[in-house]
């Protein structure tokens, strides 16, 4: 996908450090799935990998969509939208909105259920709704967003698990996810999940996310689970400490591209797009090897139709979805 050979760190990283790690990257003409893997190199040219063992690959996995004529295709940019959520233009249907729904979800952190809306500075965490979202470059979108912030507990989150949504083929999840302006402390992962029919959990995709003047907007083709009936969740964790934390979900949404049609080997696809081209600031090296677990991929879907729902209640949803989310950071 175009990029460098390797890429130097601009400083030294010490043990338990956080640094952004960037590489640009540039999408080939033709249609297609790609997928590249890296390593980090140590000075004297050995290279290591991450996870338990040191020696599992990052990788990237991308899909180029071929355009055609008359349909909209590309990921629209959320933050220059001149029409609101609510009048969808005639080639975009808005189905679902996740902050004007956002009560309608059960909202929970590490410390329990929580109110919706809740109430800022809550150190169990809390949702607010806003009418408006001030973005960490500065810049203000007028569109209904959420304001989450999770629990202060160590490896703190909070999470919301939406009402049951019947998936149609050319269903979109739709968001720009960042950090509110000024909240420089901000490090958190976004993660976007669901519930099937049996209450059983499956990650579709995560973001990890620092105060770096950057937000990203985000487009996961659904189309892989039409005909299944899913509780969507909505979940924000901290990278180490919860203090300023404070993560935005810009106009979530499901839309629904006319058109589309899933096929067997479809999978839901997610794509993480900055506001400006990052630098390149990594010490990576490409490599060959696929082994790779990290959370810039989502999972495999399971294939669409219609299953009779096992009888669940709420809680033993909540506790499944947390208990999955754990283990997806670590086992803690």
Known sequence: ????????????????????????????????????????????????????????????????????????????????????????????????????????????SNTGVLPCPGTDGDSHGFVLTLNQAKLEDGSTAALPTLLTFPSGSADGYILAVYPDYQVQAGDHFQTTV????????????????????????????????????KYFDEDIDLSALAGQQIKLVL????????????????????VHFPGEVPTSESTATATAQPTSAPSLTPTLTPTSVPKATVTLTPTAMPPAGNQNPAPSSIQQIVNSIISFIQKLLGGK
């Open 1 to 108: 996908m175009g990029a460098p050979a390797s890429v130097s760190l601009p400083l030294n990283v010490a043990p338990q450090q956080t640094i952004d790690v960037a590489v640009n990257l540039t999408a080939p003409d033709a249609a297609g799935q790609y997928q590249g893997f890296w390593q980090l190199q140590t000075a004297d040219g050995g290279n290591f990998g991450v996870g338990a063992s040191a020696r599992e690959h990052i990788w990237v996995k991308i899909r180029v969509i071929e355009q055609t004529v008359g349909t909209l295709t590309a990921t629209p940019n959320l933050l220059s939208a001149t029409a609101p959520i609510s009048q969808p233009t005639s080639a975009l249907t808005v189905l679902y909105d996740f902050a004007g729904n956002a009560c309608a979800a059960q909202w929970q």
């Open 178 to 213: 960042g950090c509110e302006l000024n909240a420089t402390s901000c490090s958190v992962l976004f993660r976007l999940s669901y519930l099937d029919s049996a209450g059983t959990p499956h990650d579709l995709w995560s973001l990890g996310e620092f105060y770096d003047g």
């Open 235 to 254: 979940s924000t964790a901290s990278l180490g400490s919860s203090d300023g934390d404070r993560a935005l979900w810009v106009a979530p949404r499901i």
